[in-house]
């Protein structure tokens, strides 16, 4: 790859690629600011995106735009798949926004009408990378899996039941659906890597508060390793 993409939606994120990139220069666009320079000798361009779905779809075609040709998001999520624990590493295999529903109209849930597609697979050569590095950081402690978007914080042992029987998700977020489709729709790789920060259940938003920075920090090594042996 030219140029390394690589998104988080948090500061907790952004703050650990200031911390480890060389950073060349800056551009502004929609209020976001991208961030170039290298990692591990490797040119990578950075950003935030902000919570959320229109947030990530407008980041990712801007990261595009300005040269990324694959993008690696790093970020934290609540876990769907009972065996996840908190600090577990999830690697999307695919990714499908949960909250898309056009029921009454016949369409599954998940289903965007019209489109070429609803359910976006990342890259596999990247996913193999992210395995690779959870295997050596993390063994263990990561599954590969569906990753499922929606404009929701999940906070009910129901819902969590709902999505994980009925759309067989992994993790619920906020932002991979988006960034995958918008990489789908212009042809470029990507993998979502995010670690666990709760179980998306009643306790989710004491959990969310107490274990993003270790969440964060643990995506954040992923994307790391992955940069090193790209
Ligand atoms: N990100 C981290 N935890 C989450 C949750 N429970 N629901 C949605 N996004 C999340």
Known sequence: FNKIGIIGAMSEEIELLHKHVDVASQVTKAGITYFE????????IY???????????????L???????????????????????????????????HDMDCSPLGFARGTIPFHARSEFPADERLVELAA????????????????????????????VKLLHETMQGACAEMEGASVAQVCDM?????????SMSDKADGSAHVNFSEFTVT?????????????QHI
């Open 63 to 97: 990261l595009l735009d300005l040269g990324a040709d694959c993008v690696l998001f790093t970020g934290v999520a609540g876990a769907v798949d009972p065996q996840l624990n908190i600090g577990d590493i999830v690697i999307s295999t695919s990714c499908i926004q």
């Open 215 to 227: 969440a964060s920090n643990n995506s954040y090594q992923i994307i790391d390793d992955i940069v």
């Open 47 to 61: 950003c935030k995106s902000g919570v959320g779905k229109v947030n990530a779809a407008v980041c990712t075609q």
């Open 37 to 44: 320079g290298t990692l591990h000798d490797k040119a990578v």
């Open 186 to 194: 212009n042809e470029i790789p990507f993998v979502i890597i995010r």
């Open 132 to 159: 690779a590095a959870s295997d050596r950081l993390f063994p263990g402690h990561s599954l590969k899996g569906k990753v499922l978007s929606g404009d929701q914080f999940i906070a009910s042992r129901e819902t």
